[in-house]
T-cell receptor, first 111, second 118 residues
Framework: SQQGEEDPQALSIQEGENATMNCSYK?????LQWYRQNSGRGLVHLIL?????REKHSGRLRVTLDTSKKSSSLLITASRAADTASYFC???????????FGTGTRLKVLA | DVKVTQSSRYLVKRTGEKVFLECVQD?????MFWYRQDPGLGLRLIYF???????EKGDIPEGYSVSREKKERFSLILESASTNQTSMYLC?????????????????FGPGTRLTVL
């Protein structure tokens, strides 16, 4: 299976609610990144958290990283219909050049 | 803003054809990547290049080759297209340490090419 596994696979919420998605990985990493993909388009980078960081904020986004559990979470607060997209975590394992992507969480925000 | 462009948004080819997918980035990035994206499988790395004329195989290189003659351009070649290569192809670039193979930075993606092989 892939290094990054997102959970849940799909999430449907009302506008204004918070959305939380999780990512688990298997090996030591340099950093972990979250990306958004609107339907049929390329991925857009949202936030990067380094292995020595525990929490990071960017606007309505909050990312946490627990290296002891090899897991991360992405929280989107006060969600909007425009947040409807697929969200992917990508890990950069130590000692490699690769970024390894999970299969994504499909978020649907209902107006 | 970093811009990564791909030569086509949609492409339809026949089995056995040679297919070229072009990717160009305008930010002088050292690293460039080709992925394919399939439902339920996420993004899988096909090839990676960390410098001009330098390339390394990713997780699924079979049936593909790449070329990087100039820093800004990274081409993916399907030598003889097959139906199981029908997919969304995504190109990405990222800055890296000079001459190094760094994965410390974010990737910038192109809009993707949806390839159908009949």
């Amino acid at each position: 299976s892939q290094q990054g596994e997102e959970d849940p696979q799909a999430l449907s919420i009302q506008e204004g609610e918070n959305a939380t998605m999780n990512c688990s990985y298997k090996t030591s990493i340099n950093n972990l990144q979250w990306y958004r993909q609107n339907s049929g388009r390329g991925l857009v980078h949202l936030i990067l958290i380094r292995s020595n960081e525990r929490e990071k904020h960017s606007g309505r986004l909050r990312v946490t990283l627990d290296t002891s559990k090899k897991s991360s979470s992405l929280l989107i607060t006060a969600s909007r219909a425009a947040d409807t997209a697929s969200y992917f975590c990508a890990t950069a394992p130590r000692g490699t050049y690769k970024y390894i992507f999970g299969t994504g969480t499909r978020l649907k925000v209902l107006a | 803003d970093v811009k990564v462009t791909q030569s086509s948004r949609y492409l339809v080819k026949r089995t056995g054809e040679k297919v070229f997918l072009e990717c160009v980035q305008d930010m002088d990035h050292e690293n460039m990547f080709w992925y394919r994206q399939d439902p339920g499988l996420g993004l899988r790395l096909i090839y990676f290049s960390y410098d001009v004329k330098m390339k390394e195989k990713g997780d699924i290189p079979e049936g593909y080759s790449v070329s990087r003659e100039k820093k800004e351009r990274f081409s993916l070649i399907l030598e003889s297209a097959s139906t199981n290569q029908t997919s969304m192809y995504l190109c990405a670039s990222s800055p890296g340490l000079a001459g190094g193979r760094s994965s410390y930075n974010e990737q910038f993606f192109g809009p993707g090419t949806r390839l159908t092989v009949l």
